[in-house]
């Protein structure tokens, strides 16, 4: 199903011009994806427990974006799902801070409350490896 109908209406009356794809089309491979994180293991705007969330971090699913829902302000988001995101030459997460740290070491150990978080889904998805920055 197509998501242009809400991507239009939360985007045109902001000036935005939004066209889509023909349902045949192949949406453009990025030469790179630059990414950074929430505390909570949010990435893209994908946050843990959002209408949608699991179809939106299935990378089966044809490459596309969605509106989601924040937890905070401004709620209304624009996204890529995982499955555009990984649509990429080169992957890259940035993340800063000792909390971050442990959100990224908890993904990578693969504990059960991280399996929740949109990170796990990008970092244990076998498409394209993950290049982790991380620093104070």
Known sequence: ASNVGRIRAALEPLGARVVALASNAVPPCFALVWLGMGEDGHIASLFPGMPGIDQALDPG???????GLAPDWPQVRLSLNLSMLLSTGWLGLLAFGETKRECIEAV???????RQWPL????????VLPNIYWAP
Request: aromatic share 4%; charged share 10%.
């Open 61 to 67: 699913q044809a490459p596309g974006a969605l509106v």
């Open 108 to 114: 990578l150990a693969d504990t059960p409350q991280s």
């Open 120 to 127: 796990h889904a990008l970092l244990w998805q076998a498409r």
